[in-house]
Structures are given as structure tokens and as C-alpha cells.
């Protein structure tokens, strides 16, 4: 089944009064295909359904949570001090062959109600989430919940938000395929998870490989990219009453056959359902009823809607070929409600969530307040463009971003900034903030050029500030990795040439001894942390913010990690040195179309013959300053994990041989 591509496209290419017909054309398109498709589901009553005979259950045949006692709400992986955000690590971190994300995968909206008033909550909700991802997003609203006028109004609005797909839905469950006891329970939950939140199932039906269902009260602060890298059939929080929250959740689309199955096992369950034991007798929770939970956890909360059913089938019912995979509540459905849970690991950590969900004391609130304070508050989060530069090269240091800064301006539209200082070649020290100081540091560059601040101490600095200052979708990144015994060298015979009065090396310095020293103290410092990087979020090492040690420095997978907590995997292009030694011209093309140069017009290739910029040209080194093979050797050994690492976080090996 295609997408509904042509109509988009048409769309994007019209306006004006050609919008309102377009919009239709999409949304009589995208409904039209599906019915054809076979894909959607809708009419359950084309099922063949078995209605098993309402069963009694024993007291005895009830389990209420022994089989997933981990996903506990209160349970202190669910909130409080344990943080690992996601237990699919390190597949969460894979990309593609080429360093680039599989395109595939879209945030999806559920609206059940559709009146005019909401159609400017689904537009607010999706212009928030373009501020954060250029992915898809798809809209599916339910259409016995629609006003015909709204529909119209939301689809034409929607067409002036880029790469959004409408889809006008029946609920995939015919209520009166349902037990009467059930649909009894559904109906009496008096605020949530009715029977028309079932649309969301429709979720794994979507054409795309990866869906993540946002709520429209649920706000991305920062981009979750990574999670789309999940390989999993369910990503899910537990909600604070609920064994899940069907606020966020991430479910392996393009499965219609599961939307399916998904229906024919409500319909089936409906009919095991009692008050006491939910979901063939599997029980409504794990969940905090917000006291002492009852036998049965009957007060779970939405336990007989999607909430329940969904941790149901994809986690209660073991099916083993399932992957499922659960995620922070703290960080990916932060709620009010969970605010004296997260908040002292938040403010010890300085972590903010991805995801904030019903913020509901607003302002003044709890939420926000929270994420005010530790630097990333949506509503401050820049739309447009507010710092100055249009890429950063990050470092890492003695890896060739001299070069690779020079020669990108080398392009007519590249503004070559220069800045007094060391060396010489854009580096703007000191941090983005305040941003008039910084972007003033960029006042003589003509405006319509583009322009980059090259500072190798970012890499292992700013991953927290600069991407939540100037914007997650206007920061580029360029990073230059270098072998890093070569770079830690190369660095050491830097120290030595550089007569600066703090630097304790000179060019009598055995270089050899000074580095030995420099990985013992890194040894002993990581003696200290054990397995400090091998966490999802790797925290600088205690006071090792701009180091100078070699090794540290050399640790890439540890410092990418978290820009990539951070900031979105879009932002990045990752070169390694050696092929930007070989391969220069394709690393220059690719970079200049990356920061959005015309790269027919680039004729900087003649130029580069010659020295390579701030290189020590090949000179024949005293034997005090060479690197002894041994010791070669030990840092090898020293950074082959931490290389491991390093492949796991970008999805693409080193070219290095260790
Ligand atoms: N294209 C290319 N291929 C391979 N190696 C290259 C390239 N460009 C620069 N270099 C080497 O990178 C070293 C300088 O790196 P940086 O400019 O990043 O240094 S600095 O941190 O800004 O001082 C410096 O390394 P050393 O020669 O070891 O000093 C350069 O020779």
C-alpha cells in the first residue's frame, strides 16, 4: 500500500485557494486508499471473532503482577533513582550504514473529538513538535467524532505544516463486538481511555516502520530521535496509575495483521473481563493505586481501556516474539504527578525530560517550572533561528577541524570569519550565553552568508547548552574524529611547541612519560567512576570539563553520547579524519550541502593543493618526542572498548584497526 504521496506533493506545490481543494484531495486520498488497501481495519465485523463463554475466574488463577513486577509504577526503575531511559541500549543508539537515520518513522496524534476549538489544539500541538523534528507527523482523528466543518478547517491548516498526513479513521473496534460487562467498565471511567481512544491502535497499522503516539497535551522539550532507533514492537512509560501510559508510546507500524489480531484479542478478552481481574485474568495493574493497591488492583486507572489493553497484549500476554521495551516515566511522560518522584534525581543530575505531558498547573506550574530552571523550557525553546553561526564544528581536537573550517570557506557562501586568537581559524571561545555577547562576536559577517564558529572544546563541553540556546533545529554539528593514539599524540607535541606559562610540557618534555602519566591519572580517575561511560548519559568525569588529558579527550563514544541525549542525531555529521585524508572532496560536498551551501558552486578543490592547515608537516621527530611502541601499544588496548563504544554510538566503524 502507498502512501498518499502525490496529493502532498501537489499540496505542497499550490496555495492560496488551490490549498482548501487540495486538502480535501489528501483527505479523501489518504481515507480512499485505506479503505482499498485492505489496510484499514475498521469493520470488525468482517472478523471472524470465537466469544468464548463468560468465564468465572478462581481467585487463585489470578496474577495480579508476579509475571512483570518491574513495571511497578512505584518501582524505583519506573521513577526515582534509577535513570537508564530505555532497556534497548545500544540498539537505541544504531544508525544506518552511512551514519544517518532510517527516514520511515512518524509521530502520530490520536483525536477522538473534533470540533472547530480543537482543531486549534491539534495545530498548536503539531507546530510545537515541527519546532522540534522534521519527521512525519500524522494526524488520525476519529471520524464519528469529527464535525464535518472542522475536518475541513483542520486539513487545510494542517497543509501549511510540512510533511503532515491526515487520516480520517473509524475506531478499529466495533463496541458492539465487545462484552456488555466490559464496555460497562470502559464507559464508567470517568476521565480517561474510553472506547474511542481504541483509535489509537490503528498506530501499528500506519505505513511507516516506527510510530510514536503523542497525546496532544504531551510535549516533545527535546528531541527523542533516538527512540525511533529502537528495534522494538512497543517502547512504553508507566502512567501514574496505569501499567502504561497511552499518552506516549512507540509501536512498530506497517502491521495491519497486528491491528488486526490486536481486535480479535479485545473482542476475545472483553469476555474474561471482571472488575476484579482485567485481561484474561492477568490482572488491570502493575500499577500505584494511590494508596495501598487492593488485592485485585482495581483502582488502577483507564486499566479497562487501551492502557490496559496494550500493556495486555504486548507485555501481560508474554507472547515471546514480541520486543518490548519500556522507557522512564521521569523522562519520556513526565507528568505534574510524578514531580516529587523526579525532581531530586533531575536536580542532581541536571537532567529535564524529553517528553512533558499534562502540564496541567501551567506557568506557574510544576512542569514547567521544573524544565524553566534546568535550561530547557519548550516555550523558550528558539523556533527561529537565534544564534548567529549556521554550523559548529565541535572538535575533536588535533582531528583536522582547522582544515576542514578553512577549506569550507573556502565556498562563496561561506563567510570566512576569523577571530584574533589561537589558532586563528573562526574558534569563538567561551559559552553561547548570553547570546547578544555571542552573536555579536559575529557582527561583521555579511548577512545572507553562511558562517561557523570552530571550537574544539565543545565537543566535550556544550552538549547540554548549545543545542537548547540556539535552537534544535537550526544547530549543525560537524565533528572530525581522529585515531585517537594519533590525536593524543598529536596533542602532547601541540602542549610542547605551544610556549604557554600554565602548560607544563616543553620541547624537552618526553613525550612518552607524559603521556603514561596522563593515563594513569585517567585510569585512576575512571577507577574512581566505575563503568562511567557506559550508561546511556556518560556525565563528564568529576572537574574534567576542558581537559587536556589526551585520553579522556580520545573517549569519542562517552562525549557523543551526550550531545545525542541532548540534541537530535539530524543535527550531526561525523567524519573520521582518515577519510577526510582520502576522501577530502566527497567529506567538503557533503559537509557544505549538510550547513545548506550550493555546492555546484564550490571550485575550492584547486585551492586546497599545499599544506594542509595547522599540520606540523610531516617533520621527523627527536626520539624523546616519538611514542614509544609499547606504550603505542597499552593505549590501543586502553581504547579499543571505548572504540566499541564509539561504533555502537554512531553505527559505523572506525576505520582505525583496533
Ligand atoms: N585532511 C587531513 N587529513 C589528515 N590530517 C589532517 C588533515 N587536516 C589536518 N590534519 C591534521 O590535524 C591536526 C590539526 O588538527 P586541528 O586543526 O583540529 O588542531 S587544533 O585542535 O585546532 O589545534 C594536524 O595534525 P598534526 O600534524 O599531528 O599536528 C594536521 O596534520
Same mark, same amino acid.
Given at each position: 500500500?502507498?502512501?498518499?504521496?502525490?496529493?502532498?506533493?501537489?499540496?505542497?506545490?499550490?496555495?492560496?485557494?488551490?490549498?482548501?481543494?487540495?486538502?480535501?484531495?489528501?483527505?479523501?486520498?489518504?481515507?480512499?486508499?485505506?479503505?482499498?488497501?485492505?489496510?484499514?481495519?475498521?469493520?470488525?465485523?468482517?472478523?471472524?471473532?470465537?466469544?468464548?463463554?463468560?468465564?468465572? =475466574?478462581?481467585?487463585?488463577?489470578?496474577?495480579?503482577?508476579?509475571?512483570?513486577?518491574?513495571?511497578?509504577?512505584?518501582?524505583?526503575?519506573?521513577?526515582?533513582?534509577?535513570?537508564?531511559?530505555?532497556?534497548?541500549?545500544?540498539?537505541?543508539?544504531?544508525?544506518?550504514?552511512?551514519?544517518?537515520?532510517?527516514?520511515?518513522?512518524?509521530?502520530?496524534?490520536?483525536?477522538?473529538?473534533?470540533?472547530?476549538?480543537?482543531?486549534?489544539?491539534?495545530?498548536?500541538?503539531?507546530?510545537?513538535?515541527?519546532?522540534?523534528?522534521?519527521?512525519?507527523?500524522?494526524?488520525?482523528? =476519529?471520524?464519528?467524532?469529527?464535525?464535518?466543518?472542522?475536518?475541513?478547517?483542520?486539513?487545510?491548516?494542517? /497543509?501549511?505544516?510540512?510533511?503532515?498526513?491526515?487520516?480520517?479513521?473509524?475506531?478499529?473496534?466495533?463496541?458492539?463486538?465487545?462484552?456488555?460487562?466490559?464496555?460497562?467498565?470502559?464507559?464508567?471511567?470517568?476521565?480517561?481511555?474510553?472506547?474511542?481512544?481504541?483509535?489509537?491502535?490503528?498506530?501499528?497499522?500506519?505505513?511507516?516502520?516506527?510510530?510514536?503516539?503523542?497525546?496532544?497535551?504531551?510535549?516533545?522539550?527535546?528531541?527523542?530521535?533516538?527512540?525511533?532507533?529502537?528495534?522494538?514492537?512497543?517502547?512504553?512509560?508507566?502512567?501514574?496509575?496505569?501499567?502504561?501510559?497511552?499518552?506516549?508510546?512507540?509501536?512498530?507500524?506497517?502491521?495491519?495483521?497486528?491491528?488486526?489480531?490486536?481486535?480479535?484479542?479485545?473482542?476475545?478478552?472483553?469476555?474474561?473481563?471482571?472488575?476484579?481481574?482485567?485481561?484474561?485474568?492477568?490482572?488491570?495493574?502493575?500499577?500505584?493505586?494511590?494508596?495501598?493497591?487492593?488485592?485485585?488492583?482495581?483502582?488502577?486507572?483507564?486499566?479497562?481501556?487501551?492502557?490496559?489493553?496494550?500493556?495486555?497484549?504486548?507485555?501481560?500476554?508474554?507472547?515471546?516474539?514480541?520486543?518490548?521495551?519500556?522507557?522512564?516515566?521521569?523522562?519520556?511522560?513526565?507528568?505534574?504527578?510524578?514531580?516529587?518522584?523526579?525532581?531530586? !534525581?533531575?536536580?542532581?543530575?541536571?537532567?529535564?525530560? @524529553?517528553?512533558?505531558?499534562? &502540564?496541567?498547573?501551567? !506557568?506557574?506550574?510544576?512542569? =514547567?517550572?521544573?524544565?524553566?530552571?534546568?535550561?530547557?523550557?519548550?516555550?523558550?525553546?528558539?523556533?527561529?533561528?537565534?544564534?548567529?553561526?549556521? @554550523?559548529?564544528?565541535?572538535?575533536?581536537?588535533?582531528?583536522?577541524?582547522?582544515?576542514?573550517?578553512?577549506?569550507?570557506?573556502?565556498?562563496?557562501?561561506?563567510?570566512?570569519?576569523?577571530? #584574533?586568537?589561537?589558532?586563528?581559524?573562526?574558534?569563538?571561545?567561551?559559552?553561547?550565553?548570553?547570546?547578544?555577547?555571542?552573536?555579536?562576536?559575529?557582527?561583521?559577517?555579511?548577512?545572507?552568508?553562511?558562517?561557523?564558529?570552530?571550537?574544539?572544546?565543545?565537543? %566535550?563541553? &556544550?552538549?547540554?547548552?548549545?543545542?537548547?540556546?540556539?535552537?534544535?533545529?537550526?544547530?549543525?554539528?560537524?565533528?572530525?574524529?581522529?585515531?585517537?593514539?594519533?590525536?593524543?599524540?598529536?596533542?602532547?607535541?601541540?602542549?610542547?611547541?605551544?610556549?604557554?606559562?600554565?602548560?607544563?610540557?616543553?620541547?624537552?618534555?618526553?613525550? /612518552?612519560?607524559?603521556?603514561?602519566?596522563?593515563?594513569?591519572?585517567? !585510569?585512576?580517575?575512571?577507577?574512581?567512576?566505575?563503568?562511567?561511560?557506559?550508561?546511556?548519559?556518560?556525565?563528564?568525569?568529576?572537574?574534567?570539563?576542558?581537559?587536556?588529558?589526551?585520553?579522556?579527550?580520545?573517549?569519542?563514544?562517552?562525549?557523543?553520547?551526550?550531545?545525542?541525549?541532548?540534541? /537530535?542525531?539530524?543535527?550531526?555529521? %561525523?567524519?573520521?579524519?582518515?577519510?577526510?585524508?582520502?576522501?577530502? &572532496?566527497?567529506?567538503?560536498?557533503?559537509?557544505?550541502?549538510?550547513?545548506?551551501?550550493?555546492?555546484?558552486?564550490?571550485?575550492?578543490?584547486?585551492?586546497?593543493?599545499?599544506?594542509?592547515?595547522?599540520?606540523?608537516?610531516?617533520?621527523?621527530?627527536?626520539?624523546?618526542? #616519538?611514542?614509544?611502541?609499547?606504550?603505542?601499544?597499552?593505549?590501543?588496548?586502553?581504547?579499543?572498548?571505548?572504540?566499541?563504544?564509539?561504533?555502537?554510538?554512531?553505527?559505523?566503524?572506525?576505520?582505525?584497526?583496533?
Amino acid at each position: 500500500m502507498g502512501r498518499a504521496h502525490s496529493p502532498r506533493t501537489f499540496c505542497h506545490l499550490s496555495n492560496g485557494g488551490l490549498v482548501k481543494v487540495c486538502a480535501l484531495v489528501v483527505i479523501i486520498t489518504v481515507w480512499v486508499e485505506w479503505q482499498h488497501s485492505g489496510m484499514l481495519i475498521p469493520n470488525s465485523t468482517n472478523l471472524e471473532i470465537q466469544r468464548p463463554p463468560q468465564r468465572q =475466574l478462581a481467585v487463585d488463577s489470578i496474577v495480579v503482577d508476579d509475571k512483570q513486577s518491574w513495571t511497578r509504577y512505584d518501582h524505583p526503575s519506573a521513577y526515582g533513582t534509577h535513570f537508564d531511559p530505555t532497556v534497548c541500549h545500544p540498539r537505541v543508539w544504531s544508525l544506518d550504514s552511512v551514519g544517518r537515520r532510517p527516514e520511515n518513522t512518524t509521530f502520530a496524534f490520536a483525536v477522538t473529538k473534533l470540533s472547530m476549538r480543537y482543531t486549534n489544539i491539534v495545530l498548536d500541538a503539531a507546530k510545537r513538535l515541527r519546532v522540534m523534528s522534521s519527521r512525519p507527523i500524522s494526524v488520525m482523528v =476519529l471520524k464519528s467524532g469529527a464535525k464535518e466543518g472542522a475536518i475541513g478547517e483542520l486539513a487545510v491548516k494542517l /497543509s501549511d505544516i510540512s510533511n503532515t498526513t491526515f487520516y480520517l479513521l473509524d475506531n478499529p473496534v466495533n463496541i458492539e463486538d465487545l462484552s456488555e460487562g466490559y464496555v460497562r467498565a470502559l464507559q464508567k471511567n470517568p476521565n480517561c481511555c474510553k472506547e474511542s481512544e481504541y483509535l489509537k491502535l490503528h498506530a501499528v497499522a500506519l505505513p511507516y516502520d516506527q510510530v510514536l503516539v503523542l497525546d496532544l497535551d504531551a510535549t516533545l522539550v527535546k528531541p527523542v530521535d533516538h527512540l525511533f532507533h529502537c528495534d522494538v514492537d512497543l517502547l512504553y512509560a508507566a502512567g501514574p496509575w496505569s501499567p502504561l501510559n497511552g499518552g506516549v508510546f512507540l509501536v512498530r507500524g506497517n502491521r495491519p495483521d497486528r491491528l488486526r489480531h490486536m481486535v480479535e484479542v479485545l473482542i476475545n478478552t472483553s469476555y474474561t473481563y471482571t472488575q476484579e481481574a482485567c485481561f484474561d485474568g492477568l490482572g488491570c495493574g502493575p500499577c500505584n493505586c494511590g494508596g495501598p493497591c487492593s488485592k485485585y488492583n482495581v483502582r488502577c486507572f483507564g486499566q479497562e481501556g487501551p492502557q490496559g489493553f496494550i500493556h495486555y497484549y504486548f507485555v501481560k500476554r508474554g507472547d515471546p516474539s514480541f520486543r518490548v521495551a519500556r522507557i522512564s516515566t521521569c523522562l519520556y511522560d513526565f507528568q505534574d504527578s510524578g514531580l516529587k518522584k523526579c525532581k531530586p !534525581e533531575f536536580e542532581r543530575r541536571g537532567f529535564s525530560p @524529553f517528553i512533558v505531558h499534562k &502540564d496541567t498547573r501551567g !506557568e506557574n506550574g510544576s512542569a =514547567l517550572a521544573l524544565i524553566r530552571r534546568l535550561g530547557t523550557d519548550p516555550s523558550t525553546q528558539p523556533e527561529s533561528k537565534v544564534c548567529r553561526p549556521e @554550523f559548529w564544528i565541535l572538535g575533536a581536537r588535533k582531528a583536522g577541524t582547522t582544515a576542514l573550517y578553512t577549506w569550507l570557506t573556502y565556498h562563496p557562501q561561506v563567510f570566512s570569519h576569523h577571530v #584574533q586568537g589561537f589558532p586563528t581559524d573562526g574558534e569563538i571561545y567561551g559559552s553561547v550565553k548570553p547570546l547578544d555577547k555571542y552573536n555579536n562576536k559575529f557582527k561583521k559577517v555579511p548577512s545572507g552568508l553562511l558562517v561557523g564558529d570552530s571550537n574544539v572544546y565543545r565537543l %566535550i563541553d &556544550d552538549a547540554a547548552e548549545l543545542p537548547a540556546l540556539c535552537g534544535h533545529k537550526h544547530a549543525k554539528f560537524l565533528v572530525l574524529l581522529r585515531d585517537p593514539v594519533e590525536r593524543c599524540h598529536s596533542q602532547m607535541l601541540m602542549r610542547a611547541r605551544v610556549k604557554q606559562k600554565n602548560l607544563d610540557i616543553t620541547m624537552d618534555s618526553n613525550l /612518552s612519560e607524559v603521556i603514561d602519566r596522563q593515563l594513569k591519572s585517567f !585510569e585512576d580517575a575512571v577507577a574512581a567512576s566505575p563503568g562511567w561511560a557506559d550508561g546511556f548519559l556518560p556525565e563528564p568525569l568529576h572537574g574534567w570539563k576542558s581537559s587536556y588529558n589526551c585520553i579522556y579527550e580520545g573517549i569519542y563514544g562517552a562525549h557523543l553520547k551526550r550531545w545525542f541525549f541532548h540534541t /537530535s542525531l539530524d543535527n550531526f555529521r %561525523i567524519y573520521f579524519t582518515e577519510d577526510f585524508a582520502e576522501h577530502r &572532496d566527497e567529506v567538503l560536498h557533503d559537509a557544505l550541502e549538510f550547513i545548506g551551501a550550493d555546492v555546484s558552486l564550490y571550485h575550492g578543490s584547486a585551492l586546497l593543493e599545499g599544506k594542509i592547515p595547522n599540520s606540523r608537516s610531516n617533520m621527523t621527530l627527536p626520539e624523546h618526542q #616519538q611514542l614509544m611502541p609499547l606504550l603505542r601499544r597499552r593505549l590501543q588496548d586502553v581504547f579499543a572498548p571505548y572504540n566499541r563504544m564509539l561504533e555502537d554510538v554512531i553505527g559505523r566503524r572506525t576505520p582505525w584497526g583496533y
